[in-house]
């Protein structure tokens, strides 16, 4: 791997660009591997990156049935945050947000990590309680998080109509400052260049269309477009497609599956400093680098695969937007697109083993997976590796629907995901 | 946005309707006498298809009576409707 400096700029700049090699090889399967992990979104290869780095697993596949970071990795509205209420989310999510801020020096690789500050919206009694919990909450678990009233959110966030006339006024905000957005295709590209260069096989446009199991029952391979493979371990992150994938291993999963769409705007001069979310009446928004407004949708109502979603998800989400920022009225929407998101019944991921041995799984993040990439990755691949959970994970057991320890922020919300 | 077909009233926009997720899932008739892994089943696991999805929806804002719909979930087309209760219809070979 070639170590990206100032130097090499300058060298390949004197030397017309011409030296840029390929970041990650495209290898020809091999016949078996120590572990194969399904799905080569950000959190299948940063599972790969740590299995690799921090397990000294080398000789593993990566399979991506299209091209990496090309599902929900290309397609979110990449806000990073961990201002999550119960001790089990926050630890997780702050566990990413840690990993975050040290990613493109661990992998050499700018993937724009810019903490901004999220800012969350209250609009009525119970959002202003409801957040006022979460930020004690948060500061019980260490994790920044502060009440603003609607003139600091102002100040904060110039753009935001505060008016007590506005249909919903904004009745104050939770900030959290180390919060912000990072560059969701150079996640999975900084990611898969670092996995490569320890010997990880990125193999792209092979899906996987069954799992092979022993006779005693293990995982001993797996079925692909591109042949068998055979493998002891196989870890599943594929994200809306999960049911799918396990229904192979003929296990049923305790999940749906939804469009989520996203849109952004024309882009213009920077006008927008930070992350801005309103889950009453249901909007996010913030500003790329290139200056288009990113705005993310709500999820469609009934289960889909066809990364689209109604074009009245998206309307909505536009109402909202208009009232709180009334000067966006005249901008134009660029494009909208969809993502299928699996979504738990209690909005927490389920990362962890399986009733099949040998067969591991990390799914059901939902609508908000892309925040947790590098502490998703890093606990999966403990857990692929070790046959065990990381202390971080061990509560987000698949058993967990069985014995009734749910982990439940989609009451802890106050509002439909 | 969906183009639904109502099983009473006939086609209606997707915003007339509730869907109300995955159609034929019972209620036990005695959930006391059923272990933890088949409860959680009955409450949480779901089939999730990618394709032929038999599914309940709701004419909340219309004559407000539900139905079961088949649905293909990879392109969202509508396939049949039929009332609750009915069986699942056999889309290959047409029998109800």
């Not at chain 1, 809306?240 to 999963?253: F, K």
């Not at chain 1, 909202?320 to 660029?334: D, G, K, T, V, Y």
């Not at chain 2, 004559?63 to 396939?79: E, P, Q």
């Amino acid at each position: 791997m070639r170590h990206f400096s100032f130097h090499s700029l300058i060298a390949e700049s004197i030397n017309a660009h011409q030296g840029w090699k390929r970041q990650w090889r495209a290898p020809e399967p091999k016949p078996a591997y120590d572990a194969v992990i399904v799905g080569g979104g950000g959190h299948g290869l940063a599972t790969a990156y740590y299995m690799a780095k921090e397990h000294g697993m080398r000789n593993i596949a990566v399979l991506e049935k299209g091209w990496i970071g090309g599902g929900n990795t290309g397609r979110n509205t990449t806000i990073i945050r961990s201002n999550y209420l119960y001790d089990e989310s926050a630890a997780i999510y702050e566990h990413a947000v840690k990993l975050w801020e040290g990613l493109s020096q661990e992998l050499n690789y700018n993937v724009m990590f810019s903490q901004r500050g999220v800012l969350m919206l209250a609009h009525n009694l119970h959002d202003v309680q409801s957040f006022k919990r979460h930020v004690y909450a948060n500061r019980l678990n260490g994790i920044d998080n502060e009440w603003l009233t609607p003139e600091q959110a102002k100040a904060f966030c110039p753009p935001l109509n505060t008016s007590p006339d506005i249909r919903y006024p904004v009745m104050g905000a939770a900030l959290q400052r180390r919060g912000g957005v990072a560059r969701h295709d150079a996640v999975a590209w900084g990611y898969a260049r670092g996995a490569d260069a320890m010997g990880v096989d990125i193999i792209q446009n092979c899906e996987v269309t069954g799992i092979i199991r022993g006779p005693n029952g293990a995982v001993s391979g797996v079925e692909t477009t591109r042949g068998d493979i055979r493998t002891p371990r196989v870890g599943v992150v594929a994200a809306g497609n999960t049911s799918v994938v396990m229904e192979r291993a003929g296990l049923r999963m305790p999940l749906e599956s939804f469009p989520l769409q996203a849109l952004v705007s024309e882009p213009v001069k920077p006008v927008f400093p930070c992350v801005l979310m309103s889950n009453a009446v249901h909007a996010y928004i913030s500003q790329s680098d290139k200056g288009e407004l990113v705005i993310g949708a709500g999820t469609d109502q009934y289960v889909s695969y066809s990364q689209q979603g109604g074009l009245h998800i998206t309307t909505h989400t536009i109402d909202a937007i208009c009232e709180l920022f009334p000067q966006f009225s005249r901008l134009r929407m660029l494009r909208n697109w969809g993502g299928v998101v699996d979504v738990t019944p209690d909005r927490s991921p389920i990362i962890g083993k399986t009733s099949i041995p040998g067969l591991y799984v990390n799914c059901g993040w939902g609508t908000g997976g892309f925040k947790a990439t590098p502490g998703s990755g890093h606990v999966f691949a403990h857990t692929v590796a070790k046959g065990e959970p990381h202390p971080i994970n061990a509560p987000f057991t698949l058993d967990r629907f069985r014995t009734g320890r749910l982990i439940d922020e989609a009451a802890a919300a106050a509002v439909a995901h | 946005m969906l183009l639904v077909t109502c099983h009473y009233c006939g086609d209606r926009p997707e915003i007339e309707f509730r869907c109300g997720g995955e159609a034929h899932i019972a209620r036990p008739v005695d959930p006391s006498a059923l272990d933890d892994k088949a409860w959680s089943e009955f409450l949480f696991y779901r089939t999730n298809p990618k394709g032929v999805h038999a599914e309940r929806w709701n004419h909340v804002h219309g004559c407000g009576r539900w139905f079961n719909a088949l649905r293909n979930t990879a392109t969202d087309v509508f396939l049949a409707t039929y009332p609750m209760g009915d069986k699942r219809p056999d889309l290959e070979t047409g029998v109800k």
